[in-house]
C-alpha cells in the first residue's frame, strides 16, 4: 500500500495528507523590498510584532485593508488589488521549509472556463497568530461549491488555523466565484466576504491524524447575495442515501497545485475526469461517509480541497467535497494518487448541509469479509464486520474482473454454479 502522510509533515510517514494549504513564507521585511506573495496562494508572511503596533494577534480584513503596511499581494484578494508577484512555496505547511511556487491547477486536468463549472467557488482565509514574539499572517486557499445565492460549501479543515488549530472567524474568510482564472480580474468575477461558518459539529480538526476524521465539511454564510447567472450557479446535491457503485465515471475541478514541482503558477481553472473505488480505501472505518476515487491521468493536489466531486449529466449534482489524497512513492500530487471525498449523499453529510446541527451519525467498523471454497457448488459467504449504529445490511457480490453484479440483496450466500467459473468475487 502506498505510503500516506499528514499535512504539515514530511512525506513518508504513514498518514493522510490533505490538499487544502498551500502556505507560503516571506518576511515581511522582503515584502517592503518589493517581495511579494502570490496573491492565489496560500502564504505566511512573518513580521515584526512592534512594527504593526495597532494589530493584535488576529487581524480581520477591514484592519488589514486599512493598515499602512498591508503587503499588496495578499491585499490582491482581500482589498481588490491586482498584479501582485510571485513567492516561495511552503507545499507541506508552515513549520517547514520553503519550496518553490507550483502552478495552480489539478494535476493531469484540463483547463475549462467557469461557465462549464459555474459551482466551483474559491476560498480565501485570512488570519494572524504570533510564533515566537513574530506576527505571523496566513492566507489559506481552497475550493468550494456554490449551493445558493447565500451559501458556500466547502472542507471544514480550510476554517481552522493550522498553528493554533482554533477556528477563523468568518469576516476573515472571502469567497470569490464567476472567475475561470484567478490572476485576471473578470467581468463576471464576484467576490464577497462571509457572515457565518458553521462546521459540522462532528467534525474533529486533528492534523496529525493518521486516518482522515470524517464529516469534514464547512459551510459559509455570505454577507451579500450572489448574483446567479452563467459563471456563478448553485450546484444540486446528490440524493439523500444515494449510492454510486464502483467504477462511477465522476469529475472533479478546481485551482489547486498542477504539480509538486517548480512550475510557474497560472491561477486557471482545471477539471479532471476520475473513477470511483472502494470507500473503504480512504475511509477506513468511517467509510459511509467518504467517497473515493483515482485515475492513472492525473490527481488532486494542495489548494484543491473544498472543491467538489461531481456526477456528469445534462445537469450535474455535487457527489463529494475534496478532502485527501494519497502520498506515492513518499511523493504527494502524483498522477494515479487516490483522493478522498466527503460524501454528501450521507445523511450525517448531507443534514447537516441542509441546516442540521444534530444529524444522525452513519456507522463506524469494517471488517468485511467473504469466506468459502471457490469452487462451482459450493457457496460463499459475506461477513460484514462489526458496525455501530447497528445498521442493516445489503450483500453485493460482484465479479471484481469485470464490474457486472453476480447477486444483490439481504442474503449473505452466494451459490457458485459452473457460470461462475473463471470470476473474481468480491
Not at 498551500?22 to 510584532?49: E, H, I, K
Request: proline letters at 7%; glycine letters at 10%; hydrophobic letters at 40%.
Amino acid at each position: 500500500m502506498d505510503a500516506i502522510a499528514a499535512a504539515g509533515n514530511r512525506p513518508g510517514s504513514r498518514r493522510q495528507l490533505q490538499t487544502g494549504r498551500r502556505q507560503r513564507a516571506v518576511t515581511f521585511t522582503s515584502l517592503l523590498a518589493g517581495v511579494l506573495l502570490a496573491s492565489f496562494a496560500a502564504c505566511v508572511c512573518t513580521v515584526d510584532a512592534q512594527k504593526l503596533p495597532r494589530i493584535g494577534t488576529r487581524l480581520s480584513t477591514a484592519q488589514f485593508c486599512a493598515g499602512p503596511l498591508r503587503p499588496a499581494a495578499l491585499a490582491k484578494r482581500f482589498c481588490h488589488i491586482r498584479g501582485a508577484a510571485k513567492a516561495p512555496l511552503d507545499r507541506a505547511g508552515a513549520r517547514q521549509s520553503a519550496q518553490p511556487s507550483a502552478r495552480a491547477a489539478i494535476v493531469g486536468g484540463h483547463q475549462i472556463p467557469i461557465t462549464t463549472a459555474p459551482w466551483q467557488a474559491e476560498i480565501f482565509v485570512f488570519t494572524a497568530v504570533k510564533i515566537n514574539g513574530k506576527l505571523t499572517l496566513y492566507e489559506i486557499e481552497c475550493g468550494g461549491s456554490v449551493l445558493s445565492d447565500s451559501e458556500v460549501l466547502t472542507a471544514a479543515h480550510c476554517v481552522f488555523n493550522p498553528e493554533t488549530r482554533s477556528r477563523i472567524p468568518a469576516d476573515q474568510i472571502v469567497a470569490v466565484t464567476g472567475t475561470s482564472d484567478l490572476a485576471v480580474q473578470e467581468t463576471e468575477e464576484q467576490e464577497v466576504a462571509a457572515q457565518s461558518v458553521r462546521v459540522h459539529p462532528y467534525f474533529s480538526y486533528d492534523p496529525e491524524a493518521v486516518h482522515p476524521p470524517p464529516d469534514d465539511v464547512a459551510v459559509l454564510g455570505l454577507k451579500e447575495s450572489l448574483t446567479l447567472n452563467a459563471s456563478t450557479q448553485a450546484i444540486a446535491l446528490a440524493d439523500p442515501g444515494s449510492l454510486l457503485p464502483e467504477g462511477t465515471a465522476v469529475g472533479l475541478t478546481g485551482f489547486g497545485l498542477q504539480s509538486d514541482s517548480p512550475e510557474v503558477q497560472t491561477g486557471a481553472l482545471y477539471a479532471l475526469s476520475t473513477t470511483l473505488t472502494s470507500s473503504a480505501s480512504c475511509g477506513y472505518e468511517a467509510d459511509a461517509l467518504f467517497l473515493c476515487a483515482s485515475t492513472p491521468s492525473g490527481t488532486v493536489c494542495f489548494g484543491d480541497s473544498g472543491s467538489g466531486l461531481t456526477v456528469p449529466g445534462s445537469t450535474a449534482t455535487l457527489a463529494g467535497v475534496v478532502d485527501t489524497l494519497r502520498l506515492v512513492e513518499g511523493e504527494p500530487c502524483r498522477p494515479g494518487a487516490g483522493n478522498g471525498f466527503v460524501n454528501v449523499a450521507a445523511p450525517e453529510v448531507q443534514d447537516f448541509i441542509d441546516g442540521s446541527e444534530s444529524p444522525p451519525r452513519a456507522p463506524r467498523g469494517g471488517g468485511a469479509a467473504i469466506g468459502g471454497v471457490p469452487t462451482a457448488g459450493q457457496v460463499l459467504t459475506c461477513e460484514p464486520g462489526a458496525w455501530s449504529e447497528n445498521p442493516s445490511y445489503t450483500y453485493l457480490f460482484i465479479d471484481s474482473a469485470t464490474g457486472d453484479v453476480l447477486q444483490e440483496g439481504n442474503t449473505a450466500t452466494l451459490t457458485l454454479t459452473n457460470a461462475d467459473v473463471g470470476d473474481t468475487v468480491t
